[in-house]
């Protein structure tokens, strides 16, 4: 007998050697259990940009059921209707997921879970070297970016009033001096993620 929701009425009828017969009725309310909704997410830890994840299949439904509809709001107002879609959030922050999953026989049950977006923005890292006189090399080339981002451009400042090399796409950059001094020389990189993320710092340098 296949089970649904509702009132059903249960008979029983026993019939005993004596070829005697009784018999009993009771209503009986069946409530069937509505899908276990499982939510699971990757990366851990996105950044603005990123594609995260989103899995439903573990799922659970009552036996003889299965999934039907899925119904997702990601808590930026986007939503999907797929069983494992992806999204980008746009800005750092954290958002409420939501799920409801209605399985074969209208039953319906939901979940929620949080995706936590973190700034994402990249780690300038600049080494510098003497090569001879009062000319040195920046190197930024140990920067890093978050995520699935790339960085996208360097720019380097030399502290002394002359023109910034870069932005552009080559990690170090060379330098002369023309007075002995100590300088401030500085790096910002940016990544490739929307109007890019930006990360700088500053080593001094001595020329003698």
């Not at 552009?168 to 790096?187: N, P, Q």
Request: hydrophobic letters at 30%; a neutral charge.
């Amino acid at each position: 007998t296949t089970m649904t929701n509702g009132l059903h009425t249960i008979a029983w009828s026993v019939t005993d050697s004596a070829n005697r017969t009784g018999s009993i009725s009771r209503n009986v309310v069946i409530v069937l259990a509505e899908p276990t909704v499982s939510i699971t997410t990757s990366p851990a830890s996105p950044t603005p940009g990123d594609t995260v994840s989103f899995n439903s299949n573990g799922t659970t439904y009552f036996p003889g059921s299965g999934p039907a509809t899925f119904a997702w709001t990601f808590g930026d107002g986007g939503t999907s209707t797929l069983a494992n879609p992806t999204r980008a959030y746009a800005a750092p922050g954290v958002y409420t997921v939501g799920l409801s999953v209605t399985d074969t026989k209208d039953r319906t049950g939901t979940r929620t879970a949080s995706v936590t977006v973190v700034s994402g923005n990249p780690t300038a890292v600049l080494t510098i070297s003497k090569t001879g006189g009062n000319s040195i090399l920046a190197d930024g080339g140990g920067s890093t970016s978050a995520g699935s981002s790339t960085i996208a451009s360097y720019t380097f400042v030399w502290g002394d009033g002359t023109a910034n090399t870069g932005p552009g796409t080559t990690s170090s950059a060379a330098h002369t001096y023309a007075v002995a001094g100590t300088y401030t020389v500085r790096l910002t990189v940016v990544d490739n993620v929307g109007t890019g993320r930006s990360g700088t710092t500053s080593q001094s340098v001595t020329i003698p």
